[in-house]
């Protein structure tokens, strides 16, 4: 696939507010699908279950089977490539201290 | 404006590749809309400054007007807050870490 196509997997993916919700969910730790569909109680499972199936595609979910259960985990690489690309290693540096600064001086 | 609102401004602006575009010319610096164009000789100037309208309106781009010239800023926050969800400060520095590992052993 070229990079192209996976971008546009990965942003497509992003661009949706369940979405974006469920990875929030997943970020403390990867979570059963069951477990995924109890947090979001607006949802039914196959609603949870197309939405994670264009997480994946987009490999911003990996599945992890374990027996019958189907473990949900956060892929941060696609990510961090969203970053890379317009912000930059030294530059994401900068960015990080001045966000913690910020933080500091608000939590005064 | 919502967060969540915004949120969809951002996304929804990145899920364009010509946008996407459009952000990497500028990284290295501002641009005057007629430089923006001559870079992308595929689209005419109206449509540029329609994809230029939704990123200002995402906030992912910066206008400063100097005289007749309007000046094209890529703004890095909104990138920053979508790292800072997702990877967080101290698990960004350590993905920042292994990029520049992986970039390391891949240059030798």
Redesign the interface.
Known sequence: MLQ?EK??LV??A????TR?TI??AL?PGPLTTSALTELLPDLDRTTVMQHLNVLVKADLVIVERRGRERWNH?N?LP??A????????F???A??RL??LKRDLESR
């Open positions: 192209q971008d546009n942003f497509k992003l661009a949706n507010e974006r990875l929030d970020k956060l941060a990510i961090q969203i970053h890379e690309r317009w912000i930059g290693e530059a994401g540096y960015a990080d966000a913690k």
